[in-house]
């Protein structure tokens, strides 16, 4: 069975800012690193543009409708102190989320083994009716969403190890209990959510976050002695990982220090687990990371071990 990766060219025209560390070369920097002979497996497609009733699974229609409305014909529009639109925003932002939704659907029927999603903007800091942090859309949310009513899945998981709490994802899931939000993350570190006591009301929310410094041993100690047995619990019948790669030591953005090695180790135990729980069924999704050796290296361990190569 094989891989899906969906990417599509139009995710490279949302522009941020000049100087802005969310840029248009980090799709480039990956797409570079699996044009290599290892990677010629994958099947490769582009992601579709999601509808604005997709969207609308995890956010309020009239959201949808306002960042639409608030695209600029030129130039650029600041959303919030760091969340930007230019022209070519909406249809990035759809593609990011249609990307997350095909990726669903072709993982959910069996059509491929998983996917990963290389796309820009990224989803997990925005909220229910707030874009914040890079993302307008929670394409996380969305996909999960789309499970649900899509292909009848009953509990799905999102696992989120972006070194940003996806402050987005908790708000969007907080009351639901078909769907659990795992994450590790920096604290203290922007946005400033995710303390252990995030629980969520129906204590499907966990939260493990790591300190300044903490390197790839810290993170393996958290997911295998905190996340990876709330996961089993819950048994998914669908993870789809927030895959963001901003806690890679070259990081400009924080301060943990993750290896290569980390993120293919993570990958596998994430595998594992779908394997024992829902059929091997994982979909990754791009978040953060703005190293782009430290992002495109972190991509290919991960791509390779969802390949099981
Ligand atoms: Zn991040």
């Known amino acids: 069975m094989t891989t899906l990766l969906l990417s599509h060219p139009a995710c490279l025209d949302h522009l941020n800012p000049m ?52 695209a600029p014909k030129e130039g650029m529009v600041r959303l919030d102190a760091d969340t930007t639109m230019s022209p070519g925003t909406f249809e990035a932002a759809m593609r990011a989320a249609g990307g997350a939704v095909q990726a669903v659907d072709e993982v959910m029927t069996g059509k491929v083994a998983n996917a990963f999603v290389a796309t820009r903007p990224p989803g997990h800091h925005a909220e229910t009716a707030t874009p914040m942090g890079f993302c307008l859309f929670n394409n996380a949310a969305v996909a999960a969403r789309h499970a649900q009513k899509q292909h009848g899945a009953e509990r799905v998981a999102i696992v989120d190890f972006d070194v940003h709490h996806g402050n987005g994802s908790q708000d969007i899931f907080w009351n639901d209990a078909s769907v659990m939000y795992c994450s590790t993350h920096q604290m203290p570190l922007y946005p400033g959510t995710g303390a ?36 089993e619990g819950f048994a998914p019948d669908l993870i789809i990982i927030s895959a963001g790669f901003d806690a890679h030591m070259r990081d400009p953005l924080a301060n943990l220090n993750f290896l290569e090695p980390d993120y293919a180790w ?44």
Do not use: W
């Not at 799709?27 to 497609?45: D, H, N, P, S, W």
């Open 19 to 70: 100087g802005h560390p969310e840029r248009p070369d980090r799709i480039r920097a990956i797409e570079r690193v699996l044009e290599q002979e290892k990677f010629q497996g994958l099947a490769r497609e582009q992601a579709p543009m999601a509808s604005i009733e997709m969207i609308a699974l995890a956010h309020p229609l009239d959201y949808v409708e306002q960042v639409r409305d608030a």
């Open 196 to 231: 252990v006591s995030d629980r969520g009301a129906q204590n499907t929310i966990v939260n493990a976050p790591l300190r300044p410094g903490d390197g790839g041993d810290r993170f393996r100690e958290a997911m295998e002695t905190v996340i990876l047995p709330r996961l």
């Open 266 to 309: 993570v990958t596998q135990k994430l595998m594992e687990l779908a394997d024992r729980r829902c059929d091997g069924r994982v979909v990754s999704l791009l978040e953060g990371g703005y190293d782009l050796e430290g992002l495109s290296k972190s991509v290919a361990a991960h791509v390779t071990a969802l390949m099981r190569g």
